[in-house]
Nanobody, 124 residues
Framework: QVRLVESGGGLVQAGDSVRLSCAAS????????VGWFRQHPGKEREFVAV???????YYAKSIWDRSAISRDNAKNTVFLQMNDLRAEDTAVYYC??????????????????WGQGTQVTVSS
């Protein structure tokens, strides 16, 4: 059983950067694909980025040029760096882990474990 805990969210100004962390406990975390999703108020959860291994990454088109996903397996942590934040980045950000996947990037149904989320609010 893998437990995921997100942190790093908060209230930021437009144009600022934020670094979200997803800390894992349990399981062989280094072998999982770890994704970030976000959910805007009143909308469905959407994909942001995913990482597998050291450098297998994939980003949503809405944020690929302003973000970077990375992982530190020694610390069982995955990071999502987001820069030049905009009001539309305001959302609850979730991380999730998948052991296997049917396609790349993994569809949401492939993720077995989800964190509780961290709120990012961008003030303009």
């Amino acid at each position: 059983q893998v437990r995921l805990v997100e942190s790093g969210g908060g209230l930021v100004q437009a144009g600022d950067s934020v670094r979200l962390s997803c800390a894992a406990s349990g399981g062989t975390f280094s072998t999982y694909a770890v994704g970030w999703f976000r959910q805007h108020p009143g909308k469905e959860r959407e994909f942001v980025a995913v990482i597998w291994g050291a450098d297998g990454t994939y980003y949503a088109k809405s944020i690929w040029d302003r973000s970077a996903i990375s992982r530190d397996n020694a610390k069982n942590t995955v990071f999502l760096q987001m820069n030049d934040l905009r009001a539309e980045d305001t959302a609850v950000y979730y991380c999730a882990a998948a052991r296997t996947w049917s396609s790349w990037p993994p569809p949401p149904a492939n993720y077995e474990y989800w964190g509780q989320g961290t709120q990012v609010t961008v003030s303009s």
